[in-house]
C-alpha cells in the first residue's frame, strides 16, 4: 500500500487511492451506505480522473505538507460532510493537480440506513452553509448545487420545497426500509432537503 504511494508521488500533486466496499451486501439494514459506497464511490480510477477535483475524498490520500500547510481544510465547519468537496474544488481553482490511481481501502464499517441518512442530512447542512457564502467557484462546481440553481431559475424554488415537505416522509421510509434503495430517489432528497435550508 504505501509503495504504491511512493512510486506515484511527484511534487505539487496529490494522489488518491480510492475505497472499496465488500463485494456482497451485507445482511441487516446497510443497503443505503453499501449501494451508495458501491455506485457512487467505488468506481475505478480512470473514471475518477475525467474530474478529478469532484472526485476526491479525504479519506485516503497524500497530500505534500506544502500544499496542505496553504490549503488547510475548513474548520468552521464542524459536522460531517462537504470539507472534502471544499477541498478539492480549492485545488482546482489554484490549478493544484490530484490525481486517482487504484489504492483502495476497504470501509470497515457501514452505517446502518438510518445513520447513514442522519448522515446524509448533515452533509447536506454543511453544503447549505458554503452554498450561502456565495462562493461561485464552488457553488458552479457542485452537481447538487447546480441542480438548485436551475430550479430557482426557473421559478420552481419554492415549489421543490413545498413538494419535498409533502414526500420527504415517503422517501425516507424508501430509503430505510428498502433493500434496493434508489440512488435516483436519495439524489431527490438531498436536492429537496438542500432546497429547504436555502
Aim: glycine share 6%; proline share 4%; net charge positive.
Amino acid at each position: 500500500f504505501i509503495e504504491n504511494y511512493l512510486y506515484a508521488l511527484k511534487p505539487n500533486l496529490i494522489l488518491c487511492g480510492g475505497r472499496k466496499y465488500p463485494n456482497k451486501q451485507p445482511e441487516g439494514h446497510f443497503s443505503l451506505h453499501w449501494t451508495y459506497g458501491t455506485t457512487k464511490e467505488s468506481q475505478p480510477s480512470e473514471i475518477k480522473n475525467q474530474h478529478p477535483y469532484q472526485a476526491f475524498h479525504s479519506n485516503n490520500f497524500v497530500v505534500p505538507k506544502s500544499i496542505i500547510e496553504k490549503f488547510p481544510f475548513d474548520e468552521s465547519l464542524t459536522q460531517y460532510g462537504h470539507e472534502d468537496t471544499l477541498f478539492g474544488v480549492q485545488m482546482g481553482v489554484n490549478k493544484i493537480r490530484i490525481k486517482h490511481i487504484e489504492n483502495a481501502v476497504m470501509h470497515g464499517r457501514l452505517e446502518n440506513n438510518q445513520e447513514f441518512l442522519v448522515k446524509t442530512n448533515e452533509a447536506i447542512e454543511n453544503l447549505a452553509l458554503i452554498y450561502k457564502r456565495g462562493d461561485k467557484n464552488f457553488n458552479t462546481h457542485v452537481k447538487l448545487i447546480k441542480t438548485l440553481d436551475k430550479f430557482k431559475a426557473l421559478g420552481l424554488h419554492g415549489i421543490l420545497k413545498m413538494k419535498f415537505r409533502f414526500f420527504s416522509g415517503s422517501l425516507e421510509h424508501h430509503l430505510i426500509n428498502s433493500e434496493k434503495p434508489s440512488m435516483n430517489l436519495l439524489n431527490l432528497y438531498k436536492l429537496g432537503y438542500l432546497a429547504t435550508l436555502t
